[in-house]
């Protein structure tokens, strides 16, 4: 199966900024505001009923986390009122 190439212009995009709160050195809250993360690994434990083999298992789930506060990104869409 050939898989579709598709070509994205990065300067039609927006940058993800850290939502995270946090207090700052004179004790203000505020938005962390940070733009890079880190790629980490986060294990999910799999029951036996529910994995392939029936046997216990464990499975790695790629997450992505702010370089400065280490907040993990936030990928889900929320319903807004």
Do not use: F, H
């Not at 039609?12 to 700052?24: L, P, R, S």
């Not at 203000?28 to 529910?50: H, Y």
């Not at 790695?60 to 370089?67: D, E, G, S």
């Amino acid at each position: 199966m050939e898989q579709q190439q598709m070509n994205i212009d990065p300067s039609k995009t927006e940058v993800v900024e850290c939502q995270a709160i946090g207090t700052d050195i004179d004790g203000i809250m505020k938005p962390c505001g940070n733009t890079t993360w880190d790629q980490k690994i986060q294990l999910r434990k799999v029951s036996a009923i529910l994995s392939p083999t029936g046997k216990e298992m464990y499975l790695q789930a790629p997450i992505l986390v702010c370089a400065e506060c280490n907040t993990e990104l936030e990928t889900e869409v929320r319903e807004t009122q």
